[in-house]
């Protein structure tokens, strides 16, 4: 699948060629010095970034008010940590793929994998931003014999093109944040699970419910295709294992949302229950979460954001159904 018909400029190639080196690099540096690498970097890195450290610190006051400072800034440099290492889980995932092996050699899912084996497909799989969701993804479209999912791709056509062809050696097909609902959407018709990770602020047309105790701007594709085709909702998380490249992947809940005639109540009802069910994941291991991203940014402010907010659904729901 191409990430992008623009034409490849000079500084495309270069950036693509750094990447590949950089990625190469980082593959082969023996899986404990990279790591311990990657935690001394995230800690330093949440040091120094006040914006990041006020963020956590707020976003964490929220899920645990009964925590300390102390302990708020130790999960949220543990956030930090954690997202270093994810760039070094996507280079070796990438080594391993092309020396012939799958994400499930380094995931132990024999328990996950029997549950999600007593699913009837097409399922919507969801998840948050918690232990290696890059693995993760990689591993449950190797499990369900192919996958679907959304994610937001960079501007170099090179990278990108390159990426999603070793995701698709997995049976992993992406596609862009922008306009890929629909291709995932196709995908499911033809009997492929949906992947989608759900819990980073929607700055546009986003659907508004508590989330850790404060109103949040929520993503809400997944549940408005999942209401509408009738698609049941499956919670899975990939989560670290002793800070290395080695995790275990773990299904917390599954619900089919409610249909009752009312688009918007059921809508949020469903976001409401998601929302739900990704705190209880998350809180499996909260060293291991994002903790570090401004969840809170957008809010329901004005009665023109609303207006937004109903148009913006209309236009999804014709994305789903195909219309144009």
Request: proline share 3%.
């Amino acid at each position: 699948m191409s990430s992008s018909r623009r034409k490849v400029r000079i500084s495309d190639r270069v950036i693509y060629c750094i990447a590949r080196l950089a990625i190469g690099v980082a593959a082969r540096v023996p899986q404990w010095l990279g790591y311990r690498c990657a935690a001394g970097l995230g800690r330093l890195w949440f040091y120094f970034d006040g914006r990041r450290r006020r963020y956590a610190v707020k976003f964490l006051q929220n899920a645990y008010p009964d925590l300390s400072e102390r302990e708020h800034l130790r999960l949220g440099a543990c956030a930090m940590v954690n997202l270093f290492m994810v760039p070094l889980d996507m280079a070796r995932l990438t080594r391993l793929m092309g020396r012939g092996r799958c994400a499930r050699d380094v995931v132990k899912c024999d328990d996950a994998a029997l549950q999600l084996s007593q699913l009837p497909k097409p399922f919507m799989a969801v998840s948050a931003h918690l232990g290696g969701w890059e693995v993760g993804a990689v591993c449950l479209a190797e499990l369900l014999g192919g996958a679907h999912g959304i994610a937001r791709l960079t501007k170099n056509p090179l990278l990108n093109d390159w990426m999603l062809r070793t995701r698709q050696q997995s049976g992993l097909r992406m596609h862009s944040r922008r306009g890929g609902l629909r291709g995932m959407a196709r995908g499911m018709e033809e009997g492929y699970v949906g992947l989608q990770v759900i819990d980073q602020n929607q700055r546009l047309r986003g659907t508004f419910a508590p989330f850790f105790g404060k109103l949040a701007s929520c993503e809400r594709s997944a549940m408005s295709l999942a209401l509408r085709k009738g698609y049941p909702v499956v919670f899975v998380g990939v989560l670290r294992r002793n800070y290395r490249f080695e995790f275990e992947l773990v299904v917390t809940e599954t619900f089919r949302p409610k249909v009752t005639g009312d688009k918007q109540a059921d809508l949020l009802a469903a976001v409401t229950r998601a929302n739900q069910a990704l705190e209880r994941l998350i809180r499996l291991a909260p060293e291991q979460y994002l903790w570090i991203h401004d969840r809170y940014r957008t809010q329901p402010a004005t009665v023109e954001g609303e207006a937004a907010q109903v148009g913006g659904e209309k236009g999804e729901e014709d994305a789903i159904s195909g219309e144009e």
